[in-house]
């Protein structure tokens, strides 16, 4: 078991006091996490120590960042299980990644009258993408309902696969709710009918161990800033054949062998689909932060913050007034809930005075808000650097909101 | 709770935000105002009643934080009866005290409690758009 305490000496932001003079009390994990100094100190060891672009220059330290930055792609693709690193393609993020496969992959083959199925849970930046394909296409974009647990209706995903169905993009674990899927199921349901697959792993990085092999996905994407490392840095997972059959997914400088006006030949896997200079410095940062999740253990992070959702959960539920959000099979850490006459804005300001940061909105997941009947929740979610008595802390301030409102 | 907070929601501002008196729709409307803020989700619409120039009755339904709540209410009960010529003058007088970078104090720019309340936004920037949702909408109605 992991001691909170200690993990926490090593983020700086927790020495900082909030305007009020309050220790910070981080419950909006699921937006972001906190950066550990490793991370911070790899992206400043970089710009200070071999800053040089990356790929081609034959100088130190150009040759120091090139392999420092391949060094981060083979780290991911341990990470993530992939059969090759050339199947691990760095941008800008999950949402970067989702939509240069829906430009790339998806368009290219998508016709009129085909289908796509998203699910009623996914953050926008699953749903947005796939729906301005089957605008563009004729498409027809299909939602798999939840049921009342929050848990996706297995059932009806079956019912709605057809061999129309040429796409499923799913989440592996609900931002808003905390859901987790079976995308084990979902992938093998999915392929049956020939569709292929995308899993959304923003929530699931920090959740359980990635194994694409096992997953059989055809596409999966996060990013690093959700995984204790920088912001403006992705990982786009993709098969190799199907990355191959790719077009750029950004046309640049870095990606081609030859170019005449004529014709261009592209490098290979890779290179191919990264266009332009990267974000190196991000890179170098995911790569620290995935020596960070390495060193603590994903399993030994997933039972500390598991330990303090359900312990959240069990108190939350016992209290009149506040109601939790879904109850499904599984729960990542994260939760949703809403405090009776009191909006989730009025919450979060309460909270947020007390030096206690939660999320209050829609968690840009507004198909799923409807659903829920609700126009937005606040949600907590849980990091590797929370306390037990953080949770309580912010459950008395729940309390003492709906007093206030009563 | 602190000062600051406190300060916020002014019993003032809870009593409008829970009080339903201008609350429903209007079937007689001749208007209606649409004030929504996609980044939270906020949404009321402003139902008026407007003869000879000016706001005879005036209602709204929707949903959003006590602070736009209590505004779009206190917006309504300052509206009915006046003339729409007022109206811009008394929107502008209201975002100006919500106006952390205005030149004025608030008191110096109305006497009226139930706008003064609101001064307190001044401290909270990231509120101000629940205090001027439903007057931005006011401010913008080209009636």
Redesign the interface.
Known sequence: MINPKTIRAQFPIFSQKTPNGLPLIYFDNAATTQKPQSVIDAISGFYAGYNSNVGRGTYWPATEATSSFESVRAQVKDFINATSSKEVIFNAGTTDGINKVMNSHLLPHLNAGDEVIVTEMEHHANFLPWQHACELKGAKLRMVPLIDTGDLDYKAFEAMLTPKVKFVAVTAVSNALGVVNDVVRLTKMAHAVGAKVLIDAAQWVTHKKIDVQALDCDFLVFSAHKLYGPTGIGVLYGKTELLDAMPPLAYGGGIVESVTLEATAFRGLPHKHEGGTSNIAGVIGLGAAIDFVNGLGLENMHESTQLLCNYAIEKLNLIDGITVLGAPKERAAVTSLTVDNAHPHDVSAFLGEKGIAIRAGHHCAQPLMDKLQVPSTCRLSFGVYNTIEEVDQAIDALIEVRNFFA | ??D??KN??KTQI?TYA?DSTYEGELPYATNTLEAYNP?????YTIYLLIKEGAVIDAKFKG?????S?ASTAILVEKIIGKELSKIESLVAVFLDVINEQSKHKPETLTSDEALLAFAATRE?PE?KK?ASLSWDAARNMNL
């Open positions: 709770m602190n600051k907070l916020l929601y809870l829970k980044m939270c989700g906020d949404k949903y959003g934080c006590a602070i709540k909270f509120r629940c």
